[in-house]
């Protein structure tokens, strides 16, 4: 157990410290100078070197790397070249809409799927589980950013029972937590949908293990067999589907965000990639890429509390 | 009244009849052994009595368990008889459990579903089946994969006894399972039903296994039962063509040449095979020995056996003897040259292998003629690839035309001939033949070993012959070997060596392994 | 029954692929003309579903963005198929080994990328263009490839046909083509299947933010985003490109599924009571 979570650990590590080399080296090597970019095409040379100065530009490359990673240890990230307020600032108001936004619909889908992948799978072959199956196959297929539209045509513009965008705050949690739920169900559905047929065939799997049918020689029903046996083993499968929607639903916010117009890091990295503002999307990139592998890593750990085969 | 009454139990699947008319009683305290080949329908039969078969199956007869139908109760009902009036036990350990949950969860289960029995008295109640089926050493709180197959039988057989049922059904219980295992599994069993006046349905397919365990016998054959009777009478006396054929293929022994003394082809001198230790926070746990210093030689045209249980480094030792693994010490040399890893093409021609499993080991993708050719790999100059592969087919009784289909038209026996033809079409000088016959039913496996006896003797082919199973060994071997937790720890002339066993692991396999009884008919 | 999903999946899948090669020689009205007058223009004979806020035909612009969308989504499946099955394939020949390592925690360096993420940071690099969404989802796929193929591949590589070749003297490279890859192939083909689906909809949903295709060239997605304000005033903008991304996304589904049943003799197991 504890040999797999260091290992676990480790690659984590690596991971991170790779990505960040990758990021660093996309934003800050290859296009050029930000400091020209900054300024404009017709820019004093004068005035881009003091710019650099400023910048901390004139440093070496790997000097750099270390004062961003640096600054990332110490929860610094640099200004913003547009916003001329520190990157960490503006990351940490953002992160408090995308992020409940992400679980919230992470939340969401995982309460719709397990109902009905596990109905389908126990009526398989019938009317329900065609039912069912059509109905996932359609909510895939939906785009998400196209489905999040006509629910503001509904439930904003023609119901009135949601504001059509905008997000008010915390302080509200109420008003927030509405502000969040169309959003949070345009993301859910195909993330449900998936989930769904996951569920339905890691069901049907197990269903057909040999355990099972052991577990019936011993007396139990269909549906006992499936409340005591069958779910928990279909639940590895399901963990990494889980897993990696949410990175999915990460990405998914991002477009999201903006057809609700929502403060979240999606709308600050397209302002920033229109404004180039790097430094800004060179963080919010990095904090993306962290969270999607610490999820990961959690997802990995999650297996050894299922699977007592793995707690070595 | 009989224990069980099965009346007329017919089951299909569409317009095709699986199981047709089958009738038995059984007394309480009895042992029914169900014996046939694969396809026979015996499983069906118990699943058919569990009423636990495939919905798309349909079904008719009567099963009366002391005189109430079970055919006719509720799937409630019958939730309710399962477990508690009637155990089953399943032929695969290894998947029988569920890996997530605990082994004193698993038999405390069965009581708990059963009666009103609180979470600790149910423990309790596991704790003591546990103790009667052996387990007195291991705890509730372990998982199946911590347990061994023996083990997690024992496991499984105590999850079916927990409540005393009146019937008992074992489909294949120790055909997964080493010999030795398969021995103590059998003696647990026939304790078990003494003990608690059981009925058992023993479902095999070994007939020595049913002499020794059963008090009457039912054949089956194609979906229903053509003999029935007391093993005695049956097993001397059998009435039906199809039981005389059985027993004579169990009891078959190919006829062989006595040969002389000829030159060492294959010579394997203190060959060790080990594999790095797993991994571990810092370092790694010390390797593991597979093969500890293994020496013997193989002259031409020699049948040479190997016998060993699962784990005892067998295999192991066959994968270096092909040059797929290195090897830490040693050397084995094959007409005179070094057998290792890189060994050029010219001197991995001498050997060719044999698998046990008859369905993986073929791509399914490809015709007979580029699967048995595939070996011309080996050759420089490969003669022309149909009329080499024609002429091999006809030497294991196949047909030329056979050349252009695919793997999946043909019978478990039938691939066996395409597996060997395809080690022999480049004359090698060894043949190393993995558990070759393990996987066939008795009637196939006996023709198997005449056509292996028939060729070695024609194109004076040597053969290494791996198996779990003594009395195939004994029936095509000039010698044997037996090995244990990688070492060669007796060999000699094979009836020497079974006649009068040195060692005592050779004598505790052969105690283990059930046999016919002698002087019965043929 | 079961081929209900292939027909009518294969139909759909057909049906726009005819139409996006079609809009190659043929389009009711051309795309690029622009007419004030007509602009928002509800569902007519002349005009089938409409006009946009510029006058242009709906309908045209649909056929000419399904060449997009198929355009990106097949370049995209190529690069991680092309990538990752060799990638995949060379990780299960050198399994447990440092290659395998390599490649593994390549791809895990890849994952932790979402496609958009990847697209940002090309943006950033080159500006927004329809090769930066090929190139985006092109990397997200490697991968889904690789990681699929290394597990098929691995659970073939234990299988005894794979010793025989061995002992017939067949080095990895080679068992990798004769045997490995075309028996995984069927479940390349349904990946890919569903990989082009994947890939329709994140090319509609980069378009959608900019990130995708630029004007002149129409998709689906920038659809969408001219739509978006429009939404009460002229619902049809919005609704028709959409409904073209679930057809091609539902068929191509649709036949994945379709042709994983037809390659998968499981199916056909009974079930036990």
């Not at chain 2, 049922?165 to 010999?179: C, F, G, N, Q, S």
């Not at chain 3, 440092?98 to 958009?116: E, H, K, Q, T, W």
Request: hydrophobic letters at 50%; proline letters at 5%; a positive charge.
């Amino acid at each position: 157990m504890l040999m797999r979570f260091m290992q676990r650990l480790f690659s984590l590590i690596v991971t991170l410290i790779v990505a960040s080399i990758l990021i660093f080296c996309v934003i800050e090597v290859l296009p050029g100078d930000p400091a020209a970019f900054m300024l404009g095409m017709n820019a004093e040379p004068e005035a881009v070197a003091a710019l650099r100065a400023q910048m901390g530009l004139d440093a070496g490359l790997v000097a750099r790397y270390f004062t961003w990673i640096g600054g990332w240890l110490t929860g610094d990230f640099g200004t913003s070249y547009t916003y001329r307020v520190p990157v960490a600032e503006l990351i940490a108001d953002r992160v408090w809409v995308s992020l409940p936004l992400a679980l919230y619909a992470l939340g969401l889908s995982t309460v719709i799927a397990f109902p009905i992948g596990i109905v389908a799978a126990m009526r398989r072959g019938r009317a329900a589980d065609y039912g069912i199956m059509g109905a996932t196959q359609l909510g895939i297929a939906i785009p998400n950013f196209w489905f999040a539209m006509f629910l503001v045509v509904i439930f904003a513009i023609n119901l009135r029972w949601v504001q059509a965008g905008g997000f008010p705050g915390w302080h509200d949690p109420v008003a927030a937590i509405r502000a969040l739920t169309l959003p949070a169900i345009s993301l859910a559905l195909p993330q449900a949908s998936i989930l769904a047929r996951i569920m339905r065939s890691a069901l049907i799997d197990t269903l057909d293990e040999d355990y099972v049918r052991t577990a019936r020689a011993k007396g139990l029903s269909r549906s006992g067999v499936v409340r005591a046996h069958a779910l928990r083993n279909a639940m590895i499968p399901v963990l990494t589907i889980i897993g990696l929607q949410f990175s999915f639903l990460l990405a998914g916010a991002i477009i999201i965000e903006n057809v609700f117009y929502l403060p979240g890091l999606g709308r600050l990295l397209f302002q920033a990639i229109n404004q180039r503002d790097l430094i800004v999307v060179e963080s919010t990139v990095m904090l993306l890429v962290m969270a999607v592998v610490v999820v990961t890593f959690l997802v990995d750990l999650a297996y050894a509390i299922v699977d007592p085969r793995l707690r070595r | 009244m009989s224990l069980l009454s099965v009346q007329g139990l017919s089951v299909r699947i569409g317009a095709l009849d699986i199981l047709r008319d089958v009738s038995f009683e059984m007394e309480p305290g009895e042992v029914l052994g169900l014996v046939g080949e694969s396809g026979s329908g015996k499983s069906i039969t118990a699943l058919g009595i569990m009423r636990l078969l495939p919905e798309v199956m349909s079904v008719e007869g009567a099963i009366l368990l002391q005189g109430e139908a079970l055919d006719k109760l509720s799937e409630r009902r019958m939730c309710a008889r399962r477990g508690r009036d009637v155990g089953m036990v399943f032929q695969e350990p290894m998947t029988a459990l569920n890996p997530l949950h605990t082994i004193g969860d698993q038999v405390a289960e069965t009581v708990r579903l059963h009666t009103r029995t609180g979470r600790r008295a149910a423990r309790q109640r596991a704790r003591e089946v546990l103790d009667r089926v052996g387990l007195e050493h291991i705890g509730l709180a372990r998982f199946p994969h911590e347990l061994s197959g023996g083990q997690r039988q024992r496991v499984v057989i105590a999850c079916a006894i927990a409540l005393a049922p009146k019937l008992l059904i074992a489909d294949e219980p120790t055909t997964a399972l080493d010999v030795t295992t398969q021995g103590e599994i059998l003696d647990l069993l026939r304790r078990l039903v003494r003990e608690d006046g059981m009925g058992l349905i023993l479902i095999t397919h070994d007939l020595a296994v049913v002499a020794k365990m059963a008090d009457r016998i039912a054949v089956m054959q194609l979906g229903r039962i053509v003999e029935r009777g007391l093993v005695t009478e049956v097993l001397h006396r059998p009435t039906h063509d199809y039981t005389r054929a059985l027993l004579a293929a169990s009891r078959h022994q190919p006829v062989r040449a006595a040969r002389a003394e000829a030159a060492t082809v294959l010579d394997v001198r203190d060959v060790v095979r080990s594999y790095p230790g797993t991994r571990r926070l810092l370092g790694r746990a010390p390797p593991v020995e597979a093969v500890r210093g293994v020496s013997f030689s193989l002259h031409q045209g020699e049948n040479l056996g190997l016998v060993g249980e699962s784990g005892s480094g067998k295999s192991t030792l066959a994968r270096a003897l092909l040059g797929l693994e290195p090897v830490q010490g040693g050397a084995i040399t094959l007409g005179g040259q070094v057998m290792d890893a890189a060994a050029p093409r010219a001197l991995r021609r001498r050997i060719g292998v044999v698998f046990q499993d008859p369905f993986g080991s073929f791509d399914p993708r490809w015709t007979v003629e580029r699967l048995i050719a595939e070996p011309f790999h080996l050759l420089d100059n490969a003669p022309p690839r149909r009329p080499a592969v024609e002429e091999v087919l006809r030497s294991v009784g196949l047909q030329p035309r056979d050349a252009d289909r695919h793997i999946h038209a043909f019978s478990g026996g039938q691939r066996q001939r395409i597996a060997i033809a395809r080690a022999l079409i480049i004359r090698p000088d060894v043949i190393l033949l993995d558990e070759a016959v393990s996987a066939l039913d008795v009637q196939v496996r006996a023709q198997i070993l005449d056509l292996l006896a028939e060729l070695s003797a024609r194109f004076e082919v040597s053969y290494l012959f791996i198996s779990h199973d003594l009395s195939v060994v004994r029936a095509i071997t000039d010698r044997v070997m037996v090995m244990q937790a990688g070492r060669i720890v007796e060999s000699g002339q094979t009836e020497a060596v079974f006649a009068a066993p040195r060692e005592a692991y050779t004598r505790q396999l052969l105690a283990a392994t059930p046999r016919l009884p002698d002087g019965i008919a043929t | 029954m079961r081929a209900r999903n292939l027909i009518l999946g294969g139909t759909l899948s057909g049906a726009f692929a005819l139409v996006a090669l079609l809009s190659f020689v043929w389009t009711p009205h051309d795309v690029g003309a622009i007419s004030i007058p007509d602009r928002m223009l509800r569902p007519s004979a002349d005009h089938w579903l409409g006009t946009d806020q510029l006058g242009r035909d709906i309908f045209s612009m649909l056929m000419v963005g399904a060449r997009t969308s198929l355009a990106v989504a097949l370049a995209s499946v190529g690069i991680g198929m092309g990538l990752g099955v060799p990638l995949g394939l060379t990780a299960a020949a050198r399994r447990g080994g440092l290659l395998d390592d390599v490649i593994m925690r390549g791809n895990d360096l890849i994952f932790a990328f979402p496609s958009i993420l990847i697209a940002i940071l090309i943006t950033a690099l080159t500006g927004p263009s329809v090769w930066n969404a090929i190139l985006a989802i092109g990397i997200f796929n490697i991968p889904v490839f690789a990681r699929l193929s290394r597990g098929a591949a691995l659970s073939l590589w234990s299988r005894e046909y794979i010793m025989a070749a061995r002992v017939a003297g067949k080095g990895a490279a080679r068992i990798s083509a004769e045997h490995i890859l075309p028996n995984i192939a069927n479940l390349l083909i349904v990946q890919g299947t569903i990989q082009f689906s994947v890939g329709i909809l994140v090319e509609a949903a980069l378009s959608y933010v900019g990130l995708g295709a630029q004007p002149p060239l129409p998709s689906w997605g920038r659809m969408l985003a001219d739509a978006q304000t429009l939404i009460s005033l002229a619902p049809h903008m919005a609704l028709f490109p959409g409904l073209a991304i679930v057809l091609s996304v539902l068929g191509l589904n649709l036949m994945g599924d379709g042709l994983r049943d037809a390659f998968d003799p499981k199916l056909s197991r009974g079930r036990a009571q």
